[in-house]
């Protein structure tokens, strides 16, 4: 669509028909142009206006896009069907380490400990009998 836009630019109004360059290649240098063109240019073919006015539309629609989602709390879409949960194998450490293990958890991911020293009291936690 953009190429297509891009052969049909408005031509400067001159006195005598002058022929079309041949078209450029898009790069993002000559699509930031193109699409920021001032509102006040008219394109000569009625093709050409109707094409513009897309592309206006569809970035008008495309900025406002993110602003919508930013407005909607949650999706109100739910899955068509839930699979149950599945429980692992029950540990072989006690409650009591398991209790351990999940405070020293804790206090390391609150940054009261190092990772080395989390690992060590770890591997002390698992090593009692």
Request: net charge positive.
């Given at each position: ?12 109004v ?8 041949a ?25 050409a ?81």
């Amino acid at each position: 669509m953009r190429k297509k836009m891009q052969e049909l630019q408005p031509q400067p109004v001159a006195t005598a028909p002058t022929p079309e360059p041949a078209a450029k290649p898009v790069t993002p240098a000559t699509q930031t142009a193109v699409t920021t063109q001032p509102e006040a240019v008219q394109p000569a073919a009625p093709a050409a206006n109707a094409l513009l006015e897309a592309e206006r539309a569809a970035q008008t629609q495309a900025e406002a896009a993110p602003q919508a989602g930013k407005k909607t709390k949650k999706s109100t879409m739910k899955p068509a069907y839930q699979l149950p949960g599945v429980e692992g194998p029950a540990l072989p450490i006690s409650t009591d380490k398991q209790k351990r293990l999940a405070d020293l958890l804790a206090r390391y991911q609150a940054d009261e400990i190092t990772p080395a020293q989390y690992h060590q009291e770890r591997a002390k936690i698992l090593a009692e009998p």
